[in-house]
């Protein structure tokens, strides 16, 4: 069977097992070698992908909830779509928030996500207070900072390739308002952009969208948004789409005048400073088009997220979007952000510094501005993002990831090795 990722690249093949109990994973760890668990499939590569892939998005069970510490206990597949309908009308939300909220707990997990607060919270596994793991001779243990640790730091982003995440334990944080304040700065330029990034770093939320097709003075213009959680208000929350992208795009449709046009609106029509928005607006503005990945036409998209160095950021920023805007290979959605600490987790891509994330259609031309992005990553001592990744080499892993060697020994010394194998981690040789 053709399995296709969120980027629709690469093609590869695979079968698809949907499991419900404790049973069924076992039957299929004793039936299958080569195999991973997949979420709600919502990373853009080949991360969830293997010859055969277990389906855990049937076990999404809410197992408990104390909602006066704000402690929740669920299964790995629930989505956090869910998890929100249900805590933010109890006054919680996850401290943690992706793009999308279209992904389950234990894709959070493996890819230890951050969100637009990383400079000030960390990642999502830093929440997780304890989750229960199945290796690959069916034995379930529990892991947190004080048991398994090893296996805990190695399961918090390890893309699936220590185990099976079973339900975890997570630490909400209180809010009192479903409504975020947002207030947007358009910048003229980079520099600009960093000086509002600076200024505002204990605000609790900021992202910046970038015009990666401006030039010269105008190299880096972007609109920031900095968010403040509202102190009243309902607590009301539904997932709601809005539009659905019926069928992929030809792919000529996205082309660097459309970009450009697409850029000029999005900055020229950011008027107001500050506004009351929703959560699902400020957090997740795609999801309100059902299938987005579709305009990106049949032979799909990647997706480049990459993190420099504080003390780099500026000049490796500015090499990458020079590379980009000459190069003529506009990315519809650019996003800037700060990150904060880097934490103990082997394989977490955030450190200190800013991360830049960009979705380019694929072709050969684009295939290879990429390899050239890599060695400008790569001088500036940054990494790449794994849940994004469909094609970055064994090399410049190694090269961002230091602990990606442990990683290694840790799967070895447990045998998940000669189970648990995605197409990246064979490409990657993890
Ligand atoms: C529109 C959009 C916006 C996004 N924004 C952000 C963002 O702001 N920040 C960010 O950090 N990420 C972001 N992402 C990436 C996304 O959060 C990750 O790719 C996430 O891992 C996807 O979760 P999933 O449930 O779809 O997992 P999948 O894509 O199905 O799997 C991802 C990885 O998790 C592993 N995995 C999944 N479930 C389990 C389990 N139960 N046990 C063990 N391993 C498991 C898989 O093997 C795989 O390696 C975004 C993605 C999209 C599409």
């Known amino acids: 069977m053709r399995l296709k990722s969120w980027g629709n690249y690469p093609h590869v093949e695979g079968e698809n097992y949907p499991v419900v109990s404790d049973d069924d994973l076992t039957d299929v760890l004793t039936q299958k070698t080569s195999l991973i668990v997949q979420g709600n499939n919502r990373s853009y590569g080949d991360s969830a992908f293997a010859q055969t892939v277990i389906d855990m998005k049937a076990r999404d069970h809410f197992l408990d909830f104390d909602t006066k510490k704000g402690i929740l206990e669920l299964q790995a597949g629930a989505l956090i779509s869910d998890v929100l309908e249900s805590i933010v009308p109890k006054g919680w939300i996850l401290p943690v928030l992706p793009g999308t909220q279209l992904i389950t707990i234990g894709g959070a997990i493996a890819s230890d ?17 304890s989750l229960r793991l199945m290796l690959s001779n069916g034995e379930i243990i529990k892991c947190s900072n004080t048991e398994n640790v090893q296996a805990f730091r190695a399961t918090c982003a390890g893309m699936g390739l220590t185990g099976i995440i079973l339900d975890a334990t997570i630490q909400l944080a209180p809010i009192s308002s479903n409504r975020i304040k947002q207030t947007s700065h358009k910048t003229k330029n980079l520099k600009h ?99 987005w990945n579709k ?117 070895q010394d447990t045998e998940s090795n000669k189970t648990f194998n995605s197409y990246q981690s064979t490409r990657l040789k993890l």
């Not at 996500?113 to 207070?129: A, D, L």
């Not at 015009?211 to 213009?221: I, S």
């Open 193 to 291: 952009t960093f000086e509002i990034f600076n200024e505002n770093n204990d605000s609790s939320y900021s992202v910046a969208w970038i015009d990666c097709l401006a030039k010269d003075q105008e190299l880096g213009k972007s609109v920031v948004m900095l968010g403040e959680h509202e102190t009243e208000g309902e607590l009301e929350y539904k997932y709601k789409s809005r539009h659905k992208m019926p069928f992929y795009l030809p792919s000529f449709v996205l082309n660097s005048w459309s970009i450009r046009l697409f850029n000029w609106l999005y900055y020229f029509k950011t008027k107001k400073k500050s506004q009351s928005v929703q959560l699902q607006s400020f957090f997740f503005p795609l999801d309100s088009i059902v299938d």
């Open 295 to 411: 305009m990106y036409g049949k032979s799909g998209f990647v997706q480049y997220q990459c993190v420099i160095p504080l003390e780099h950021s500026y000049e490796g920023i500015k090499a990458l979007l020079n590379k980009i805007s000459d190069s003529k290979q506009g990315s519809f959605l650019a996003v800037l952000k700060r990150m904060g600490c880097a934490n103990d987790n082997l394989l977490s891509f955030p450190m200190e510094g800013y991360s830049l994330a960009l979705d380019f259609k694929v072709n050969k031309k684009t295939l290879e501005l990429l390899d050239t992005l890599d060695e400008i990553v790569k001088q500036y001592n940054g990494r790449l993002y794994l849940c994004k990744d469909a094609r970055m080499s064994e090399d410049t892993l190694n090269h961002g990831y230091k602990n990606a060697e442990k990683f290694r020994k840790f799967r």
């Open 113 to 129: 996500i951050h969100g637009k607060n990383h400079h000030n919270v960390g990642t999502f596994c830093q929440f997780v207070k």
